[in-house]
């Protein structure tokens, strides 16, 4: 309700507006139209995350003054301090990086922003750039409607600039015309109560039009048509500081606690920085006159000096808060304790993670593996073994015979309570992810997909052993006693081979030792096999057990079968490159048959 009075207590004003002053119209159109070219901006870079963007990442963000550099680098090509924000939330709540690489990028990225102001101070106030905005609209817009991905993204760069470029020209030439029919310094307010009044005012343009750089280039574009004094100016930029850490804020409201922490820090951050530029703002204003007198920005170049201020007192603020990162994270992570949720609830699943498709992809592998973990569990009970056990060092032949009880579980409840509602939440979540996916990324989260179908199976399967597995386990016949206990050691091997390879993460090649589990398992299903015809020809078992290990040793292998496979999808650890690289190598079905075949 509240943000419907905020939108049109706004639209009302707009209207106002355009009623009374044709020149309002002209900067609110410049305005919108430069937000416009944002948005189309950030849709282009969107476009080249598929694998590369999650790569730079986990090798740039391993270290605080890494993290710095990636939020400096890449806001200052995104020109998107917003972009940066959103992207790091997203790989934050995916789980992809820590808080205190997040926080890192944050700070950078606020540097980062100040070499929007530099371009537009020292290029969009001093060449008509409308001029280059035409023909990067027409090749862009021509390029969007191409079906190739890179090609599209390319178009909506081309077509973000043309229109960013146009925006600056309206807005530059509204204020132009503004000083014929009024002048707004007849509003300026000098020393700390003008500081405290337009700070407020860029926090509160910032707010609402949820862009840093749109408030600066307003900010810019006034100053070089004398609308507003150079002090003015300074404290409007320390205010479209504070006000754009709302982007964050929103952003946080989609993701999990640690995006939240994030917004949080982001906000701490701009908040100090903001105190020591109001503090300090005179002096970091005689700093500004001496560098820029340095490096040959004249004494009435106010743009290029608002620019180099934007610059500087964002370095003081990182240099304060550098330091203190591990310390800020560290509180914040004690301050805003994880939520324990409930297994069969998602912890990465979330609208944050969906932003990009790498992690949307990262969130579905990381909570794929939760219902594996759920399921886990429910094939050792219903193996008659301990989770403790089947992930030590032990000999499980020497478990089973030591402990050869049976373990009671109920697999329709232990379903319904860990991985009916975890499985549905994960189908559900791909089934909206898969917008602004590359053909490989879909075909990925379709085998994440895959690999949840095959947990759900491996269970089944398990249900349906079980009957038969706890009454022979305790039979007085020592064969049929010795063949299913075969089961749960082949099983519990299996499963204990899974999770070292699960573990085994330096190298996305490891899912290739599943090929040794896939010989395994098919030669023990040879065996099983010959075992019973020797057992009910010599009369060691009656035909009902024969009948029982029969179906048994079936569903036996449909549970290995059904592991394996998960495996295959789930454990692959590098990009999707070399994923796929690595199954094309893996052995099929009939090649581990003729393998077998030609042993014999």
Known sequence: MFRKIILFTMLAILAWGFWISPNFKEIAAGVAIFLFGMLALEEGFKSFTGGVLEQILRKTTDGPWKSLTFGVVSTSVMQSSSLVSVITISFLSAGLIGLAAGIGIIFGANLGTTTGAWLIAGLGMKVKISAYAMPMLVFGIILIFQKSRTMNGIGYILAGLGFLFLGIHHMKEGFEAFRDTIDLTAFAVSGYAGIMLFTLIGVAATVIMQSSHATLVIIITALAAQQITYENALALAIGANIGTTITAIIGSLSANVQGKRLAVAHLIFNMVTAFIAIVFIYQIADLVDSFSAWVGISAGDYTLKLAVFHTIF???????????????????????????????????????????????????????????????????????????????????????????????????????????????????????????????????????????????????????????????????????????????????????????????????????????????????????????????????????????????????????????????????????????????????????????????
């Open 314 to 600: 964002n370095t003081i603020g990182i240099i304060a808060m550098m330091p203190f990162i591990e310390k800020l994270a560290n509180s914040l992570t004690q301050a805003m304790p994880e939520t324990v949720q409930p297994r069969e609830k998602p912890i990465y699943l979330n609208e944050a993670a969906e932003e990009l498709p790498d992690t949307a992809i990262e969130a579905v592998r990381k909570e794929t593996l939760r219902l594996y973990d759920n399921a886990f569990a429910i094939l050792a009970h219903g193996l008659s073994l301990h989770r403790e056990d089947i992930l030590s060092d032990k000999n499980l032949e020497d478990v089973v015979r030591q402990d050869n009880k049976v373990m009671p579980i109920d697999f329709d409840d232990e379903y319904e309570k860990s991985i009916k509602g975890l499985y549905s939440d994960i189908v559900k979540f791909i089934s909206s992810a898969q917008s602004n996916m590359t053909p490989e990324q879909s075909d990925e989260l379709f085998r994440l997909r895959a690999a949840g179908r095959d947990i759900v199976e491996a269970i089944k399967d398990t249900k349906h052993m079980n009957k038969n597995l706890s009454q022979y386990i305790l039979s007085p016949n020592c064969h049929i006693r010795a063949e299913y206990n075969k089961f749960r050691i082949q099983l519990g091997n299996l499963m204990r081979e899974l999770d070292n390879i699960r573990n085994d993460d330096e190298d996305a090649s490891n899912i290739l030792s599943l090929d040794n589990l896939k010989l395994d398992m098919k030669a023990n299903d040879v065996t099983v096999n010959g075992e019973m015809e020797r057992l009910i020809r010599d009369k060691k078992i009656t035909a009902i057990m024969a009948t029982s290990m029969m179906n048994d040793a079936n569903y036996a292998y449909g549970v290995a079968k059904n592991l394996i496979q998960m495996g295959e999808s789930l454990f692959a650890s590098g990009n999707l490159d070399m994923n796929e690289a690595v199954r094309s190598v893996a052995l099929s079905d009939d090649e581990v048959a003729e393998i077998l075949e030609d042993n014999k």
